[in-house]
């Protein structure tokens, strides 16, 4: 998924993370592949009991310094996330998955449902052969 994401030019700014062991350790593996470094990880154990509405309110918490943040959290709150925002129908996000949105907002407290811009949805299983 680092790969794609690497190739496609889309490089985060701020990653946030859960501290499950799973979910660290994935945002390790992207923030190496994509020079983030991982220091700069910001991990919480609050993202890992985090509801959807937990986790939009985190998010439009985020400095405005930061345009491309990556969440990496579980499900099934990170898939309710991407429907929610995106007003896709996503069944699931699986493991490793990556799903993208762009926005027109200058602030990430004007995050809201449905004011995303569907942009990507990749994961694993799309790649075997």
């Known amino acids: 998924m680092a790969d794609i994401l690497k190739e496609k030019k889309?490089?985060?700014?701020l990653i946030l993370s859960s501290?499950?062991?799973?979910?660290?350790?994935?945002?390790e593996i992207l923030a190496d592949k994509l020079d983030y470094g991982?220091?700069?990880?910001?991990?919480?154990?609050?993202?890992?009991?985090?509801?959807?509405?937990e986790i939009i309110k985190?998010?439009?918490s985020v400095s405005n310094n930061y345009n491309?943040?990556?969440?990496?959290?579980?499900?099934?709150e990170i898939t309710y996330l991407a429907n929610f925002l995106s007003g896709k129908d996503v069944n699931n996000i699986p493991t490793s998955g990556v799903f993208g949105l762009?926005?027109?907002?200058?602030d990430w407290?004007?995050?809201d449902e449905n004011n995303g811009k569907f942009n990507l949805f990749y994961y694993p299983?799309?790649?075997?052969?």
């Not at 889309?10 to 700014?13: A, F, G, H, S």
């Not at 501290?19 to 660290?24: D, F, H, I, N, S």
């Not at 991982?38 to 509405?53: E, T, V």
């Open 10 to 13: 889309i490089i985060p700014d």
């Open 19 to 27: 501290t499950a062991v799973r979910a660290l350790k994935y945002a």
């Open 38 to 53: 991982k220091k700069n990880i910001m991990a919480s154990r609050d993202y890992y009991f985090a509801d959807l509405n």
């Open 58 to 60: 985190i998010i439009r």
């Open 68 to 76: 491309n943040v990556f969440f990496i959290g579980h499900n099934p």
């Open 102 to 106: 762009n926005y027109d907002i200058n």
């Open 109 to 111: 407290s004007e995050l």
């Open 125 to 129: 299983k799309l790649f075997l052969k």
